[in-house]
């Protein structure tokens, strides 16, 4: 009986040293994308200025309008 997965193509982008590190960081967690996830926000915590965030900024719709007609 044959096997129905098969193996992803080989890709010719140079990036095959990041995959890589993907898979090795993915079998350190069992394939566990929850543990996965409680590793990444360890790792969040541990570098808070590596983070970048946004500031969600609502801007009211007559706003808008008084800047277009000066």
Avoid at 7 to 33: F, S
Avoid at 45 to 69: H, Q, V
Wanted: glycine fraction near 4%.
């Amino acid at each position: 009986m044959k096997s129905s997965v098969k193996t992803p193509p080989k890709h010719d982008d140079g990036l095959e040293w990041l995959r890589d590190i993907r898979r090795q960081l993915a079998a350190e967690c069992n394939h566990d994308p929850f543990e996965m996830g409680r590793r990444l926000r360890e790792r969040e915590k541990a570098y808070p200025g590596r983070i970048f965030k946004t500031k969600r900024m609502l801007i009211p719709a007559d706003a808008e309008a008084e800047e277009k007609s000066n």
